[in-house]
């Protein structure tokens, strides 16, 4: 393919942010995995990959560095599938903005933020497991599991919700309480997933009167509260929250199409009840979550791509200013927590496979969360050494009754063991 030949994309508004911002620390990528009952085969996983392919093209890109923007650029280097040996969510090469690898029975997709949300991720391995199942279990009965076309997978939606707006909106944030501590060498993320009940959870977050996502952003938050002292509490625990744009406004689109929220809770002396802290994260999660307000805050943040004099601006002045607004940013929050909800498979497959599970880079700590039938994944990144947000977490789960699994990594050797 000669570069005349090539098809290029701009970046969408939500990933202009992360090629001035990844470092070691904290790439930007993060990572899927699908876990079968059976050892993976690598030439059928192969196979399938390509398949894949034919039908998110998008996903074949380079990221280019231009005078005024990044940009995609359809790529010359095919993907191959390896055993997994790299460093869990480790930096990604811009030639290819994805990567599939394979460890006993799972099955990993990791991807360069800048490409795809969550959602676009998720729609790219959830086929690429589906064309595996097929290929390997010779199934002749034809299954769709998405009929969307690759015109729609590569439009920029942020572009097509965009209404002129004049009002640049950057609003400022006081300052959160930041988490800290010793941290491992080497920048290497510890991974603590929990298994859990979905049907559990669901059931403790009706009887608590709200929603899965309120009830256990609300449980992190108690169980940062546990660590901070008197000092710390001077200021409020502040969770970002991810939101999946596409349930707002219609879109099939497998680029970045999200938006953030946050919520946050300052503790006293005689607030830390779940109850008091249940209550106070649903009003916030009611206001946030409306479809007026997210349209305001994605216009707001386009206006940066759609004003004429801005887009003058050379990259490298760009950068700077993206630079600084993330991290003033991250002064502003303590911890990210990120929902990817239900992952629906055809009926006909879903008795191959075990669960789902996510988990992202951090130049802190995240909490990622995903559900398959019955099996929830809670799954925490984190570069402390210090594990007490996690204990806390899971042991108010086991106070109200839910089973709870816990997988980890070894960080030296980056291997995962059972640990409960």
Not at 122 to 138: A, E, G, P
Request: net charge positive; glycine share 2%.
């Amino acid at each position: 393919m000669t570069r005349k030949d090539k098809k290029w994309y701009r970046l969408d508004n939500a990933g202009k942010i992360f090629p001035p911002t990844s470092n070691r620390r904290d790439p930007k990528v993060f990572r899927f995995a699908c876990e079968l009952y059976e050892e993976i085969d690598e030439k059928v996983l192969q196979e399938a990959l390509d398949k894949t392919l034919e039908e998110y093209p998008l996903f074949l890109s380079s990221l280019k560095k231009g005078l005024f923007w990044y940009y995609l650029e359809s790529s010359n280097i095919y993907p191959k599938v390896t055993k997994e040996e790299n460093i869990i969510c480790d930096k990604m090469d811009t030639e290819l903005l994805f990567r599939v690898s394979y460890y006993r029975k799972r099955i990993n997709l990791e991807v360069y933020h800048a490409l795809t949300d969550g959602t676009g991720t998720l729609y790219f391995l959830r086929s690429l497991v589906v064309n595996y199942l097929i290929i390997k279990y010779k199934i002749k009965k034809p299954i769709l599991v998405d009929t969307t076309s690759v015109y729609e997978k590569e439009m920029d939606s942020f572009e097509k919700y965009y209404k002129n707006s004049k009002k640049i909106k950057i609003p400022r944030n006081s300052r959160a309480y930041n988490l800290s501590g010793n941290k491992y060498s080497e920048d290497r993320l510890k991974v603590i997933e929990g298994i859990v009940s979905t049907k559990e959870v669901i059931k403790l977050a009706k009887k608590f009167n709200t929603t899965v996502t309120v009830y256990l952003s609300s449980v992190l938050i108690k169980s940062i509260g546990s660590t901070m002292s008197i000092k710390d509490k001077r200021r409020p625990v502040v969770v970002t929250i991810p939101v999946n744009l596409r349930k707002y406004f219609k879109s099939n689109t497998a680029r970045n199409f999200f938006n953030t929220i946050t919520v946050k809770y300052k503790f006293n002396d005689n607030n830390d009840n779940l109850e008091d802290i249940i209550k106070n994260i649903s009003d916030q999660f009611k206001s946030n979550l409306t479809k007026e307000q997210l349209d305001s805050q994605m216009n707001s943040l386009a206006v940066l791509e759609n004003v004429f004099i801005i887009r003058l601006v050379p990259v490298f002045i760009k950068d700077l200013v993206l630079k600084y607004f993330h991290e003033r940013s991250r002064k502003e929050q303590t911890i990210a927590l990120s929902n990817i909800g239900i992952v629906e498979i055809p009926e006909e497959l879903q008795s191959y496979i075990k669960l789902f599970d996510v988990f992202a880079s951090t130049d802190s700590m995240q909490i990622c969360m995903c559900s398959y039938l019955d099996n929830m994944m809670l799954s925490f990144t984190s570069h402390f050494t210090n594990t007490e947000i996690q204990k806390n977490f899971f042991k108010e789960l086991v106070n109200n009754n839910i089973e709870v699994t816990i997988n980890t990594n070894i960080v030296e050797d980056n291997s995962y063991e059972e640990v409960l």
